[in-house]
Nanobody, 126 residues
Framework: QVQLVESGGGLVQPGGSLRLSCTAS????????IAWFRQAPGKEREGISYSGSSDGKTYYADSVKGRFTISRDAAKNTVYLQMNSLSPEDTAVYYC???????????????????WGQGTQVTVSS
């Protein structure tokens, strides 16, 4: 059974950091393009970061560029999202998603992703 599981969310103060993990079971993440999305209360889900499967390309939404970093650990079959300088505007449920087909420049289009995790809550508040 193919499954993605996010972890690492929680409550953090403004200016703090968190590292989210996305771990796969049932398949090897190295063969998939992976993206992180988030959905804040009352807002649509948005793509915030992307990691290509074979070309090493990464993309970031303007809202997180310079603060968030996506990375992979093939040995652990895990993709990470390091989030620094967090602000209350980053409060959302964060999802990872895997795409088996071509994504690249269309990385923020949800329909291109085959598998989704259940989400992990990130709350930034003092």
């Amino acid at each position: 059974q193919v499954q993605l599981v996010e972890s690492g969310g929680g409550l953090v103060q403004p200016g703090g950091s968190l590292r989210l993990s996305c771990t796969a079971s049932g398949y090897t993440l190295s063969y998939y393009a992976i993206a992180w999305f988030r959905q804040a209360p009352g807002k649509e889900r948005e793509g915030i970061s992307y990691s290509g499967s074979s070309d090493g390309k990464t993309y970031y939404a303007d809202s997180v560029k310079g603060r968030f970093t996506i990375s992979r650990d093939a040995a652990k079959n895990t993709v990470y999202l390091q989030m620094n300088s967090l602000s209350p505007e980053d409060t959302a449920v964060y999802y990872c998603a895997a795409a088996s087909g071509w994504v690249n420049a269309l990385w923020s289009h949800e329909r291109l992703y085959d598998n989704w995790g259940q989400g992990t809550q990130v709350t930034v508040s003092s």
